[in-house]
């Protein structure tokens, strides 16, 4: 039989365990918000959204006044590291499709190798991959290490174009540009033709096979028109991407002094698309 001290003891360890693990659990809440928040996987508000329009019939979306504002993105290339996370928070919070080949944004590796002995060129040839949109990493560079003259990665997106190919390209008007800037596809009206995908220079476009209609990024347009970033945005662990509402002052304000302290550039701007995307650290060999 057991002592009286005995069952002390063991009634004792098992309150520490209880108290242990019931301290385990509270620490480990805000964590695990924070985690989902950062993942974009947190619902943006009450209510039911369009993950291609972000339409919502909820009484707190019909307050939001698209003409009041006005977004942008800015990408730091220098920053990027490559690590894949914000293709990996798009997939899971817009439900894109898991298969390989489709994204909404994706990291590309850009290798420029050394000019060969005996040429008269600054630089050599460009090697540029993107496995998996870069959701897995990279593996090792496609040419050895002395033959390497620069490598970087390059987020890429949806540049939401203010003079838009893939609008004027739309023969049923599904895909528009919003009076905040953001361009978008109405699945409902969308009659999957293609012609927009095909209209887009930066190859943001894809068919999805599901729906039969065409998909792009959308800002995370769900998130935006209720304060709140794109997942991409969030998830970044080096802020080599910088969302804000150029209407508003204070969101706008760090793009605004980030413009004014860098070069920035857009993709293939011969095209005159007037990207609402910008890049800054962008070498030229990037297309």
Not at 95 to 124: A, D, L, M, N, Q
Not at 171 to 183: E, H, L, N, R
Not at 188 to 196: A, P, W
């Amino acid at each position: 039989m057991k002592t009286a001290m005995q069952n002390r003891r063991q009634a004792l360890r098992g309150i520490g365990k209880a108290i242990g693990g019931f301290c385990a659990f509270m620490a480990f809440r805000p964590a695990q918000a924070a985690l989902t928040q950062a993942l974009g996987l947190a619902a943006a508000a009450p209510g039911k959204t369009n993950a291609s329009t972000g339409s919502e019939s909820s009484k707190s979306f019909r307050k939001y006044d698209p003409t009041a504002h006005y977004y942008g993105m800015v990408i730091d290339v220098d920053k990027c590291i490559g690590c894949g996370l914000c293709a990996s928070a798009c997939k899971q919070e817009n439900k894109v499709i898991p298969k390989p080949f489709y994204f909404r944004t994706w990291i590309e590796r850009y290798v420029i190798k050394k000019s060969k002995p005996g040429s008269t060129e600054p630089r050599g040839e460009t090697l540029v991959d993107s496995p998996n949109g870069g959701i897995d990493g990279f593996p090792q560079p496609p040419a050895a290490k002395n033959d390497i003259l620069k490598s970087f990665f390059v987020p890429k997106l949806c540049n939401h174009c203010t003079d838009s190919p893939c609008i004027q390209s739309c023969p049923v008007g599904a895909t528009f540009d919003s009076p905040d800037g953001v361009v978008l596809v109405d699945p409902k009206y969308c009659i999957g033709c293609g012609f927009c995908i095909q209209a887009c220079p930066y190859g943001c476009r894809f068919f999805n096979p599901i729906t039969r209609t065409a998909e792009k990024c959308t800002f995370c347009y769900h998130r935006i028109t209720h304060g709140l970033r794109p997942a991409c945005v969030e998830i970044c662990p080096t802020g080599a991407r910088m969302f804000g509402d150029m209407k508003d002052p204070v969101s706008a304000e760090p793009i605004r002094r980030f413009v004014e302290e860098n070069k920035v550039q857009v993709l293939k701007p011969h095209l005159g698309t007037h990207p609402k995307l910008l890049y800054a650290g962008l070498d030229k060999e990037v297309r």
